[in-house]
């Protein structure tokens, strides 16, 4: 038995690596997945954006509980809200980090 080739149509990247394409300064094509890298963790999600507490969900932490941020291609970073969505497809972003809240002010 013959193994199937894929036709020009399903010939597009199976995962899309965000931080590959945002290092090279190329734009993030769409894709059926994408490969994001959370703190020092790679996940694989299927869809093209995600809420700030989602992408949070992955390492299991909470909004209440740390801060998410996207590194920038440059260097830059920007705090992401909890409810706010972040696409994959967005120019230029890397990765994304987490800082633990300071629970001691107040």
């Given at each position: 038995?013959?193994?199937?080739?894929?036709t020009n149509?399903?010939a597009?990247?199976?995962?899309?690596?965000v931080?590959?394409?945002?290092?090279?300064?190329?734009?993030?094509?769409?894709?059926?997945?994408?490969?994001?890298?959370?703190?020092?963790?790679?996940?694989?999600?299927?869809?093209?954006?995600?809420?700030?507490?989602?992408i949070?969900?992955?390492?299991g932490?909470?909004p209440e509980?740390?801060?998410?941020?996207?590194?920038?291609?440059?260097?830059?970073?920007?705090?992401?809200?909890?409810?706010?969505?972040?696409?994959?497809?967005?120019?230029?972003?890397?990765?994304?980090?987490?800082?633990?809240?300071?629970t001691?002010?107040?």
């Amino acid at each position: 038995m013959e193994d199937k080739q894929p036709t020009n149509s399903e010939a597009h990247e199976d995962v899309i690596d965000v931080e590959e394409f945002a290092k090279a300064g190329k734009p993030v094509p769409l894709g059926r997945r994408y490969r994001i890298r959370i703190d020092k963790q790679h996940f694989t999600v299927e869809v093209a954006e995600m809420t700030g507490r989602k992408i949070l969900a992955l390492v299991g932490k909470t909004p209440e509980g740390f801060i998410l941020s996207e590194k920038l291609h440059g260097g830059n970073a920007r705090v992401i809200a909890p409810d706010e969505i972040v696409s994959f497809t967005k120019h230029g972003v890397e990765r994304f980090m987490t800082t633990p809240r300071d629970t001691t002010e107040g």
